[in-house]
Nanobody, 118 residues
């Protein structure tokens, strides 16, 4: 089992920035990938960014150029730097990690709320 704990959410005005953190209870260096998802009220959970072992990344089109993922394996922590936030970024943000050598989200954190006001 891997525990994931997100932090860093909050309320900001449009154009502002937030940095989310996801601390893992296991070594992130060996994980084939780590991911951020988000879920807005009344909407399905959607992928925001995937960071693969080795550093390759995938971003949802809606966040490209505004969000940046990073990972500090010495701290077993995944980060999401969110700039130029928009009201449509308002959601609960979750990090996820796989349990095996497939990039499938098997472990989830409890989420951290991001609210962007116009």
């Amino acid at each position: 089992q891997v525990q994931l704990v997100e932090s860093g959410g909050g309320s900001v005005q449009a154009g502002g920035s937030l940095r989310l953190s996801c601390a893992a209870s296991a070594s992130t260096a060996n994980m084939v990938c780590m991911q951020w998802f988000r879920q807005a009220p009344g909407k399905e959970r959607e992928g925001v960014v995937t960071r693969y072992r080795g550093g390759a990344t995938w971003y949802a089109d809606s966040v490209k150029g505004r969000f940046t993922v990073s990972q500090d394996n010495s701290k077993n922590t995944l980060y999401l730097q969110m700039n130029s936030l928009k009201p449509e970024d308002t959601a609960m943000y979750y990090c996820a990690a796989p349990s095996r050598n497939l990039c499938t989200p098997n472990y989830w954190g409890q989420g951290t709320q991001v609210t962007v006001s116009s």
